[in-house]
């Protein structure tokens, strides 16, 4: 059995930072790829950062040049540095084993003056 669970979200105003984090427990986390999705009020959920167990990262567009997905494979935790944060950021983040079912409890962003 894998858990998830993400921490870090908060609220913060526009133009700052955020580093949330993703805990693992099992031993898969090492091997598989992760990926940072959100969900905002009303919308689908939605791939924000993807990482490789080999570390190499894909990112959504609308948050290129501003969020950075890392993970550290010897403490089984994946992290999303987010940085010049928009209020359209707004949203539950979940960290995600790919190609599995399993899931993080979500942790909320809220980005707003």
């Known amino acids: 059995q894998v858990q998830l669970g993400e921490s870090g979200g908060g609220l913060v105003q526009p133009g700052g930072s955020l580093r949330l984090s993703c805990a693992a427990s099992?031993?898969?986390?090492?091997?598989?790829?992760m990926d940072w999705y959100r969900q905002a009020p009303g919308k689908e959920r939605e791939l924000v950062a993807r990482?490789?167990?080999?570390?190499?990262?894909d990112y959504d567009d609308s948050v290129k040049g501003r969020f950075t997905i890392s993970r550290d494979n010897a403490k089984n935790t994946l992290y999303l540095q987010m940085n010049s944060l928009k209020p359209e950021d707004t949203a539950v983040y979940y960290c995600?084993?790919?190609?599995?079912?399993?899931w993080g409890q979500g942790t909320q962003v809220t980005v707003s003056s």
């Open positions: 995600h084993v790919r190609w599995s079912q399993y």
């Open positions: 990482i490789s167990s080999g570390g190499i990262t």
């Open positions: 099992g031993s898969i986390f090492r091997f598989n790829t």
